[in-house]
C-alpha cells in the first residue's frame, strides 16, 4: 500500500515498540524506517552502535569493515567469537546483528566509501577511521547534506564529532511536552498580566512562546501567533502584547508553550578541527580537559600516521612522542585558542590509546546511536560539534607501573588488559556479583560484565560468579531493547533467558540465574551467607520500593552498590560505597502529585484525569468486582458472617456490587452482556453528566457568588448514544466481550465487528434519564478518597441484600465461579486497552477535551515508562566505569555520580556526598556502621557493654517489641535474663537456623542526658 506521495507506506509495530514511541513519537519512528546508516568500523564501539540503532527501527543498516577478527577483537566487540578470527569484522557479525530486528534489513559491506556508496545513505558513522579518512567521507557527506558522525574511542578516552550539513532542523529541542497552565485572568492593556488557577505551578521561563485556546470573552487570544512571555511567576507571566484593544476577558482558557524548530550550521571535520568552537562539558571538575584532549587526539592520529602502529601501552619513548606532537599542533593554534598542556594525562593517553574497554563502548555506543536518530529525525538537539571524554580514574596508577604489566596474556581480554593491567584484570575474574533485574539495564550488564571478563575463570582468578536475579518473563514489548531476547524467548524467564545469552557471548562467564524477587520473603534464599559473600552487588531495577530493599541489604551488611536509571532519553548513575557516601535511601523524589478524587470523578480538566478514572473503573467492574464475588462463592457462610459484624456503609458497597454480579445483573447471554454494556455507557456518559448539570446548572454560582463553573472546572454535556460513532460502538463491543469472560460466556460470530455490535446495541430498550433531587457531589479538593454514602439502616440494606444473595446462590451451577480480568496493557488483541480508551474518551468528550488514540491511553493508562536502548547502553556503560574503582577501592574524589541527558545533550557528573558522622568522645559511626556484640549475652551484659563507652542504655527493642526499658520496675526482672530467650517470649521471633544473630535497636543518652541515634546492634548469640 501507498502512501499519497508514493512512499510505501512504513508498518509500524506498536506493541514491539510502545517504550520508544512513548519517546519518540510516531511521526519520527516512521521517518527512521524510511532511512538507511552505514556504520564503518565493527569494533567495540561500531557493534554498540549498530546494535542500538537496529533496536531503534532504521531500514537499512550496512556495517562496513575492512579488518579481520583478532583474539583481542573479543575485548569489547560481543557478536565475535573465537570462531570467527580471521574473518571480516563486519561479515562474521552481521547475521547475529539481523536478529535484533527482523524488520530492519542488515548487510555486511566491505566496499570502497567512494562518493556513489555514501550517498545511499541518509546517515553515516565512522567508529575506527585515521583522521585523513574522517575528513575525506565527510567532505562527502557535507556536500551531499548526509549527517556524519565520527567517534573515537582510545582506551578510556574518547572523542565523538558531528557534522549535519549546513542547514539542519531541529524539530524538537528536547522531546519533552509542552508546558501548560489554565487561565483564571487576563488583564486589559501593556503589559498584559495574566494569571493562571493554582492547582499546579507554572513552568513557563521569560522568553518562552505561547498559544491560547477557548478563551471565552477575549477571543482574540485564541489562534493568535506564538506571543513571548516575561516577568514569569509560579502563577502568572505578562505578555509581549498590547491587549487594550481587545474584548474583556471573561472565563475560560488554556495557554500552552509554543515550541519552535531550531537551524543549526555545522561545520565540516576540517574546518572544525581549526576552529572547534564550544565542546560539550561533561565533567565540571576537568574544564580544560576538552581543548587538551583535542590537541592529544590529533597528535595520537599523528603518531599512527608516522609510526604505522598505536603507541604502546607504558612505552616511555611513545609517550614522550606524543607529548611532542600534542605541543607541535598546540603551539601551531592562535595563542587564544591553546590548551594548557598537562603531560602526565597525555602520558595516560598515549598508554590507552591502544586499547579497548567495554564500558566505553556501552557508554558510546549510546551516546553515538542517539546522535544518529537525531541526524534521521530532528528529534532532539544534536550533539555540537564536539564531546571528549575521559575516565583515567577507572585506571590504576599506570604511569608507575612497568609495561610487563600490560603485555597480552593471549586471551580475548588484552585489548583491555592493555589499559587497566593483568592485576586489576585479575580481580574482575574473581568477584563475586549481585546483578538485581534482568531486564533492559540487566541485559546490557550482564553484556558488559562478560567483556569485562567479570567472574570469568579464564581471565585470572577462578572463584568469581555473577548471581542474577529476575521473577519476570519476557514479554513482546520487552524486545526493542532488552537485547538478549528474541522472539522466541516470549513467557520464558528473563534471568534463565539472559544468562544462557550472555553465555553465548563469552562461555567462560561463571554464571548463576534465580527467578526470586529479592524481597523480605525471601530473605532465606538470599541469607546472610549469600550477602557477605558478595563483592558488590548491581541494580538493574524499574521501581524504587525494590531499589530501597537492596539499598537497606547493602548497607547491613557493608556491601557497594552501583545503581542506575532510565526515564527515555535521560539517564542517572550513583555509587554507593561503604564507609564513604551516603546511600541511595539518603535523598529521595518528592512523591508524584495525585489529582483530588472530586476532580477524577465529577470534574477532569486534562486527559490524565479521564484515563486515571478510567483504570479505576476497569479495575473495580472487572477485576475487584468479581474477586469480591469469588471470595463469597469460595465459602458464602464466612463471607457473609464477616459483611454482619462489620455492618457499615463500606461493608454494604461491597456487598451490593456482589449482588450485582450474581443477582440483578447475572448474565447468561452474550446478549445480557451487551446490555449491560450499553447500560454503563447511558450511566457513565449521559445520567450521571445530566445529574450533574442539573445538580450544578452552567449558571450556577459558589455561596460566596463566584460562578461554579470557573477554572479549572469544565461544563460537561451529556452523550446520545450513536451506533454509528464508531468510538460509541467499540465501547460497547470492548465492554460486552470483557463482561463475557467474566462470565466465561462465548461470543457469537459478529462481536470482532464494532459496528455490527454497536447496532445490536441500538435495538435495546434504555430507560430514559430522570433527574433526582438531593443528589449529594463531592466538591471538595481536599477529599482525597471516595467515601461510600452512609444509608439510614445500613444493617437493614445488608439484611436485605443477604437474603437475596443466598436464594440467587441456589439457583447456580455447583462450582460456580466468575473470572476476574487483570488489566494487561500489552495485548492487542484482548479488548483492555479498548475499553480503557473508551471510557477516557467519551468523558473527555462529555467535558470538551481533546481525546488520545490507543497507544497514546495505552501509554498513561497503563504507566508506561518511556525507555529507550540509547539511555540503557550509556548508563550501564557509566556504571561499569564506576565498577572499576570500585574493584581498586579508589578515594572518594576518584568516583561519579552522573545525570545524563542524550536529548540535549547534557552531561552532569559530580562527586558523591559523603555519608555522614556522628561521634561520642573515642567514638565515631555512620550509617555503615553496625554494632556487632558476641555472646549470647543477657540484658545486663548489653547495658554494660554500652556503659564501657560511657553511653547509658535505657531501652531494647526487638521490631515492635520493647524487651527492655528502665522506666517500668517489672522489666528489672529482665536484667539478667539472655536476650535470644526474649526475643523468643516478647517480641514472638525465631531466628532462622541458618542466621547467627538478631539485631535489636539500643535508645541510649550520653552522661548529660542528651539522646544519641546510635548504630543497630547485632547480637551474634550463636
Given at each position: 500500500?501507498?502512501?499519497?506521495?508514493?512512499?510505501?507506506?512504513?508498518?509500524?509495530?506498536?506493541?514491539?515498540?510502545?517504550?520508544?514511541?512513548?519517546?519518540?513519537?510516531?511521526?519520527?519512528?516512521?521517518?527512521?524506517?524510511?532511512?538507511?546508516?552505514?556504520?564503518?568500523?565493527?569494533?567495540?564501539?561500531?557493534?554498540?552502535?549498530?546494535?542500538?540503532?537496529?533496536?531503534?527501527?532504521?531500514?537499512?543498516?550496512?556495517?562496513?569493515?575492512?579488518?579481520?577478527?583478532?583474539?583481542?577483537?573479543?575485548?569489547?566487540?560481543?557478536?565475535?567469537?573465537?570462531?570467527?578470527?580471521?574473518?571480516?569484522?563486519?561479515?562474521?557479525?552481521?547475521?547475529?546483528?539481523?536478529?535484533?530486528?527482523?524488520?530492519?534489513?542488515?548487510?555486511?559491506?566491505?566496499?570502497?566509501?567512494?562518493?556513489?556508496?555514501?550517498?545511499?545513505?541518509?546517515?553515516?558513522?565512522?567508529?575506527?577511521?585515521?583522521?585523513?579518512?574522517?575528513?575525506?567521507?565527510?567532505?562527502?557527506?557535507?556536500?551531499?547534506?548526509?549527517?556524519?558522525?565520527?567517534?573515537?574511542?582510545?582506551?578510556?578516552?574518547?572523542?565523538?564529532?558531528?557534522?549535519?550539513?549546513?542547514?539542519?532542523?531541529?524539530?524538537?529541542?528536547?522531546?519533552?511536552?509542552?508546558?501548560?497552565?489554565?487561565?483564571?485572568?487576563?488583564?486589559?492593556?501593556?503589559?498584559?498580566?495574566?494569571?493562571?488557577?493554582?492547582?499546579?505551578?507554572?513552568?513557563?521561563q521569560d522568553g518562552d512562546l505561547v498559544t491560547f485556546s477557548e478563551v471565552i470573552?477575549?477571543?482574540?487570544?485564541?489562534?493568535?501567533?506564538?506571543?513571548?512571555?516575561?516577568?514569569?511567576?509560579?502563577?502568572?507571566?505578562?505578555?509581549?502584547?498590547?491587549?487594550?484593544?481587545?474584548?474583556?476577558?471573561?472565563?475560560?482558557?488554556?495557554?500552552?508553550?509554543?515550541?519552535?524548530?531550531?537551524?543549526?550550521?555545522?561545520?565540516?571535520?576540517?574546518?572544525?578541527?581549526?576552529?572547534?568552537?564550544?565542546?560539550?562539558?561533561?565533567?565540571?571538575?576537568?574544564?580544560?580537559?576538552?581543548?587538551?584532549?583535542?590537541?592529544?587526539?590529533?597528535?595520537?592520529?599523528?603518531?599512527?600516521?608516522?609510526?604505522?602502529?598505536?603507541?604502546?601501552?607504558?612505552?616511555?619513548?611513545?609517550?614522550?612522542?606524543?607529548?611532542?606532537?600534542?605541543?607541535?599542533?598546540?603551539?601551531?593554534?592562535?595563542?587564544?585558542?591553546?590548551?594548557?598542556?598537562?603531560?602526565?594525562?597525555?602520558?595516560?593517553?598515549?598508554?590507552?590509546?591502544?586499547?579497548?574497554?567495554?564500558?566505553?563502548?556501552?557508554?558510546?555506543?549510546?551516546?553515538?546511536?542517539?546522535?544518529?536518530?537525531?541526524?534521521?529525525?530532528?528529534?532532539?538537539?544534536?550533539?555540537?560539534?564536539?564531546?571528549?571524554?575521559?575516565?583515567?580514574?577507572?585506571?590504576?596508577?599506570?604511569?608507575?607501573?612497568?609495561?610487563?604489566?600490560?603485555?597480552?596474556?593471549?586471551?580475548?581480554?588484552?585489548?583491555?588488559?592493555?589499559?587497566?593491567?593483568?592485576?586489576?584484570?585479575?580481580?574482575?575474574?574473581?568477584?563475586?556479583?549481585?546483578?538485581?533485574?534482568?531486564?533492559?539495564?540487566?541485559?546490557?550488564?550482564?553484556?558488559?560484565?562478560?567483556?569485562?571478563?567479570?567472574?570469568?575463570?579464564?581471565?585470572?582468578?577462578?572463584?568469581?560468579?555473577?548471581?542474577?536475579?529476575?521473577?519476570?518473563?519476557?514479554?513482546?514489548?520487552?524486545?526493542?531493547?532488552?537485547?538478549?531476547?528474541?522472539?522466541?524467548?516470549?513467557?520464558?524467564?528473563?534471568?534463565?533467558?539472559?544468562?544462557?545469552?550472555?553465555?553465548?557471548?563469552?562461555?567462560?562467564?561463571?554464571?548463576?540465574?534465580?527467578?526470586?524477587?529479592?524481597?523480605?520473603?525471601?530473605?532465606?534464599?538470599?541469607?546472610?551467607?549469600?550477602?557477605?559473600?558478595?563483592?558488590?552487588?548491581?541494580?538493574?531495577?524499574?521501581?524504587?520500593?525494590?531499589?530501597?530493599?537492596?539499598?537497606?541489604?547493602?548497607?547491613?551488611?557493608?556491601?557497594?552498590?552501583?545503581?542506575?536509571?532510565?526515564?527515555?532519553?535521560?539517564?542517572?548513575?550513583?555509587?554507593?560505597?561503604?564507609?564513604?557516601?551516603?546511600?541511595?535511601?539518603?535523598?529521595?523524589?518528592?512523591?508524584?502529585?495525585?489529582?483530588?478524587?472530586?476532580?477524577?470523578?465529577?470534574?477532569?480538566?486534562?486527559?490524565?484525569?479521564?484515563?486515571?478514572?478510567?483504570?479505576?473503573?476497569?479495575?473495580?467492574?472487572?477485576?475487584?468486582?468479581?474477586?469480591?464475588?469469588?471470595?463469597?462463592?469460595t465459602d458464602p457462610e464466612k463471607y457473609i458472617k464477616a459483611i454482619e459484624h462489620?455492618?457499615?456503609?463500606?461493608?454494604?458497597?461491597?456487598?451490593?456490587?456482589?449482588?450485582?454480579?450474581?443477582?440483578?445483573?447475572?448474565?447468561?447471554?452474550?446478549?445480557?452482556?451487551?446490555?449491560?454494556?450499553?447500560?454503563?455507557?447511558?450511566?457513565?456518559?449521559?445520567?450521571?453528566?445530566?445529574?450533574?448539570?442539573?445538580?450544578?446548572?452552567?449558571?450556577?454560582?459558589?455561596?460566596?457568588?463566584?460562578?461554579?463553573?470557573?477554572?479549572?472546572?469544565?461544563?460537561?454535556?451529556?452523550?446520545?448514544?450513536?451506533?454509528?460513532?464508531?468510538?460509541?460502538?467499540?465501547?460497547?463491543?470492548?465492554?460486552?466481550?470483557?463482561?463475557?469472560?467474566?462470565?466465561?460466556?462465548?461470543?457469537?460470530?459478529?462481536?470482532?465487528?464494532?459496528?455490527?455490535?454497536?447496532?445490536?446495541?441500538?435495538?435495546?430498550?434504555?430507560?430514559?434519564?430522570?433527574?433526582?433531587?438531593?443528589?449529594?457531589?463531592?466538591?471538595?479538593?481536599?477529599?482525597?478518597?471516595?467515601?461510600?454514602?452512609?444509608?439510614?439502616?445500613?444493617?437493614?440494606?445488608?439484611?436485605?441484600?443477604?437474603?437475596?444473595?443466598?436464594?440467587?446462590?441456589?439457583?447456580?451451577?455447583?462450582?460456580?465461579?466468575?473470572?476476574?480480568?487483570?488489566?494487561?496493557?500489552?495485548?492487542?488483541?484482548?479488548?483492555?486497552?479498548?475499553?480503557?480508551?473508551?471510557?477516557?474518551?467519551?468523558?473527555?468528550?462529555?467535558?470538551?477535551?481533546?481525546?488520545?488514540?490507543?497507544?497514546?491511553?495505552?501509554?498513561?493508562?497503563?504507566?508506561?515508562?518511556?525507555?529507550?536502548?540509547?539511555?540503557?547502553?550509556?548508563?550501564?556503560?557509566?556504571?561499569?566505569?564506576?565498577?572499576?574503582?570500585?574493584?581498586?577501592?579508589?578515594?572518594?574524589?576518584?568516583?561519579?555520580?552522573?545525570?545524563?541527558?542524550?536529548?540535549?545533550?547534557?552531561?552532569?557528573?559530580?562527586?558523591?556526598?559523603?555519608?555522614?558522622?556522628?561521634?561520642?568522645?573515642?567514638?565515631s559511626w555512620s550509617l555503615w556502621d553496625r554494632w556487632i556484640l558476641e555472646g549470647?549475652?543477657?540484658?545486663?551484659?548489653?547495658?554494660?557493654?554500652?556503659?564501657?563507652?560511657?553511653?547509658?542504655?535505657?531501652?531494647?527493642?526487638?521490631?515492635?517489641?520493647?524487651?527492655?526499658?528502665?522506666?517500668?520496675?517489672?522489666?528489672?526482672?529482665?536484667?539478667?535474663?539472655?536476650?535470644?530467650?526474649?526475643?523468643?517470649?516478647?517480641?514472638?521471633?525465631?531466628?532462622?537456623?541458618?542466621?547467627?544473630?538478631?539485631?535489636?535497636?539500643?535508645?541510649?543518652?550520653?552522661?548529660?542526658?542528651?539522646?544519641?541515634?546510635?548504630?543497630?546492634?547485632?547480637?551474634?548469640?550463636?
Amino acid at each position: 500500500m501507498d502512501s499519497q506521495n508514493g512512499a510505501p507506506e512504513v508498518h509500524l509495530d506498536e506493541d514491539l515498540h510502545s517504550r520508544q514511541i512513548a519517546v519518540y513519537g510516531r511521526e519520527v519512528m516512521k521517518r527512521m524506517a524510511g532511512s538507511s546508516v552505514l556504520i564503518s568500523g565493527m569494533n567495540g564501539l561500531g557493534v554498540e552502535v549498530g546494535k542500538n540503532i537496529i533496536l531503534a527501527g532504521v531500514k537499512a543498516v550496512t556495517l562496513h569493515d575492512k579488518k579481520a577478527v583478532e583474539l583481542r577483537s573479543l575485548g569489547a566487540q560481543f557478536f565475535l567469537t573465537e570462531s570467527d578470527i580471521g574473518r571480516n569484522r563486519a561479515e562474521a557479525c552481521f547475521e547475529k546483528l539481523q536478529e535484533l530486528n527482523p524488520a530492519v534489513k542488515v548487510t555486511a559491506s566491505t566496499a570502497d566509501l567512494d562518493e556513489a556508496f555514501l550517498c545511499t545513505f541518509q546517515a553515516v558513522v565512522l567508529g575506527d577511521a585515521t583522521l585523513s579518512e574522517a575528513k575525506r567521507v565527510d567532505e562527502i557527506c557535507h556536500k551531499h547534506g548526509i549527517p556524519f558522525v565520527h567517534a573515537q574511542l582510545l582506551g578510556a578516552f574518547a572523542s565523538v564529532f558531528t557534522d549535519f550539513g549546513e542547514d539542519f532542523t531541529v524539530i524538537d529541542v528536547d522531546g519533552e511536552d509542552p508546558h501548560a497552565g489554565i487561565v483564571a485572568s487576563v488583564a486589559h492593556g501593556t503589559p498584559a498580566i495574566v494569571t493562571c488557577v493554582e492547582d499546579e505551578r507554572l513552568e513557563f521561563q521569560d522568553g518562552d512562546l505561547v498559544t491560547f485556546s477557548e478563551v471565552i470573552g477575549m477571543t482574540q487570544l485564541n489562534g493568535h501567533a506564538p506571543i513571548a512571555l516575561k516577568n514569569c511567576k509560579p502563577h502568572s507571566f505578562e505578555l509581549d502584547l498590547d491587549t487594550s484593544v481587545y474584548a474583556e476577558y471573561q472565563r475560560g482558557g488554556i495557554v500552552t508553550q509554543f515550541k519552535p524548530s531550531k537551524q543549526l550550521k555545522f561545520q565540516t571535520l576540517e574546518a572544525a578541527l581549526s576552529n572547534p568552537g564550544e565542546f560539550l562539558l561533561t565533567d565540571f571538575a576537568k574544564f580544560e580537559r576538552p581543548a587538551l584532549l583535542h590537541v592529544g587526539f590529533q597528535a595520537v592520529d599523528a603518531f599512527l600516521t608516522a609510526e604505522g602502529h598505536l603507541p604502546r601501552p607504558a612505552n616511555k619513548e611513545d609517550a614522550a612522542k606524543v607529548v611532542a606532537l600534542t605541543k607541535s599542533i598546540n603551539e601551531a593554534l592562535p595563542e587564544a585558542d591553546r590548551a594548557t598542556i598537562d603531560e602526565d594525562v597525555l602520558r595516560v593517553l598515549s598508554h590507552s590509546a591502544g586499547g579497548e574497554m567495554g564500558p566505553m563502548a556501552a557508554l558510546f555506543g549510546g551516546l553515538v546511536g542517539q546522535e544518529v536518530v537525531k541526524a534521521l529525525s530532528g528529534k532532539f538537539h544534536p550533539l555540537f560539534q564536539w564531546l571528549y571524554f575521559d575516565s583515567v580514574e577507572s585506571l590504576p596508577d599506570v604511569l608507575k607501573m612497568s609495561a610487563e604489566e600490560f603485555a597480552p596474556l593471549n586471551t580475548r581480554y588484552d585489548a583491555q588488559v592493555a589499559v587497566i593491567g593483568r592485576s586489576l584484570q585479575a580481580q574482575l575474574a574473581g568477584l563475586n556479583v549481585f546483578l538485581v533485574g534482568a531486564g533492559a539495564l540487566g541485559c546490557e550488564f550482564l553484556k558488559n560484565f562478560a567483556m569485562m571478563g567479570i567472574a570469568c575463570p579464564d581471565a585470572g582468578k577462578t572463584d568469581g560468579q555473577v548471581t542474577v536475579t529476575d521473577d519476570d518473563t519476557i514479554e513482546k514489548s520487552n524486545l526493542s531493547r532488552q537485547f538478549l531476547f528474541r522472539n522466541w524467548h516470549i513467557g520464558s524467564f528473563k534471568s534463565t533467558v539472559a544468562s544462557k545469552a550472555t553465555q553465548a557471548l563469552n562461555p567462560s562467564v561463571n554464571i548463576k540465574a534465580l527467578q526470586n524477587r529479592v524481597s523480605p520473603e525471601t530473605e532465606g534464599v538470599f541469607d546472610d551467607k549469600f550477602w557477605q559473600g558478595l563483592d558488590l552487588v548491581v541494580n538493574a531495577l524499574d521501581n524504587v520500593n525494590a531499589r530501597l530493599y537492596v539499598d537497606q541489604r547493602c548497607v547491613y551488611f557493608g556491601k557497594p552498590l552501583l545503581e542506575s536509571g532510565t526515564l527515555g532519553a535521560k539517564c542517572n548513575t550513583q555509587v554507593v560505597v561503604p564507609n564513604m557516601t551516603e546511600n541511595y535511601g539518603a535523598s529521595r523524589d518528592p512523591p508524584e502529585k495525585q489529582a483530588p478524587m472530586c476532580t477524577v470523578h465529577s470534574f477532569p480538566h486534562n486527559i490524565d484525569h479521564c484515563l486515571t478514572w478510567a483504570r479505576s473503573e476497569f479495575e473495580g467492574l472487572l477485576e475487584k468486582a468479581p474477586s469480591e464475588a469469588n471470595i463469597y462463592l469460595t465459602d458464602p457462610e464466612k463471607y457473609i458472617k464477616a459483611i454482619e459484624h462489620a455492618g457499615d456503609a463500606s461493608a454494604r458497597e461491597q456487598l451490593e456490587k456482589v449482588v450485582e454480579l450474581l443477582v440483578s445483573d447475572q448474565a447468561t447471554t452474550f446478549e445480557d452482556c451487551l446490555f449491560w454494556a450499553r447500560t454503563r455507557f447511558q450511566e457513565y456518559f449521559h445520567n450521571r453528566v445530566a445529574q450533574l448539570t442539573y445538580t450544578f446548572p452552567e449558571d450556577a454560582t459558589t455561596s460566596t457568588g463566584a460562578p461554579f463553573w470557573s477554572a479549572p472546572k469544565r461544563f460537561p454535556r451529556a452523550l446520545d448514544f450513536d451506533s454509528l460513532d464508531r468510538s460509541h460502538a467499540t465501547f460497547v463491543q470492548a465492554g460486552a466481550i470483557l463482561r463475557a469472560e467474566v462470565y466465561g460466556i462465548p461470543c457469537p460470530a459478529y462481536a470482532p465487528n464494532a459496528l455490527a455490535v454497536g447496532a445490536e446495541a441500538a435495538k435495546l430498550n434504555i430507560p430514559a434519564f430522570v433527574p433526582r433531587k438531593g443528589i449529594v457531589v463531592e466538591t471538595d479538593p481536599k477529599a482525597d478518597k471516595k467515601q461510600p454514602l452512609h444509608s439510614v439502616d445500613d444493617e437493614g440494606v445488608i439484611a436485605e441484600l443477604v437474603t437475596k444473595l443466598k436464594a440467587a446462590h441456589l439457583t447456580l451451577a455447583p462450582g460456580f465461579k466468575l473470572s476476574p480480568v487483570e488489566f494487561e496493557k500489552d495485548n492487542d488483541a484482548n479488548f483492555h486497552m479498548d475499553l480503557i480508551a473508551g471510557l477516557a474518551n467519551m468523558r473527555a468528550r462529555n467535558y470538551s477535551i481533546p481525546e488520545v488514540d490507543k497507544l497514546k491511553a495505552k501509554l498513561i493508562a497503563g504507566r508506561i515508562i518511556p525507555a529507550i536502548a540509547t539511555a540503557t547502553a550509556a548508563a550501564t556503560g557509566l556504571v561499569c566505569l564506576e565498577l572499576y574503582k570500585v574493584v581498586q577501592q579508589k578515594p572518594m574524589e576518584a568516583y561519579r555520580n552522573t545525570f545524563a541527558n542524550l536529548a540535549l545533550p547534557l552531561f552532569a557528573m559530580a562527586e558523591p556526598i559523603s555519608a555522614k558522622t556522628a561521634k561520642h568522645k573515642e567514638l565515631s559511626w555512620s550509617l555503615w556502621d553496625r554494632w556487632i556484640l558476641e555472646g549470647d549475652l543477657t540484658v545486663q551484659e548489653v547495658l554494660d557493654w554500652f556503659e564501657a563507652r560511657s553511653l547509658i542504655a535505657y531501652s531494647i527493642s526487638c521490631g515492635p517489641a520493647l524487651l527492655y526499658n528502665n522506666i517500668f520496675p517489672k522489666h528489672k526482672e529482665r536484667l539478667g535474663k539472655k536476650m535470644s530467650e526474649l526475643v523468643v517470649t516478647v517480641a514472638k521471633q525465631e531466628v532462622p537456623a541458618w542466621r547467627a544473630h538478631f539485631d535489636v535497636v539500643v535508645a541510649c543518652e550520653d552522661e548529660e542526658g542528651n539522646d544519641l541515634d546510635v548504630p543497630l546492634v547485632s547480637i551474634k548469640f550463636r
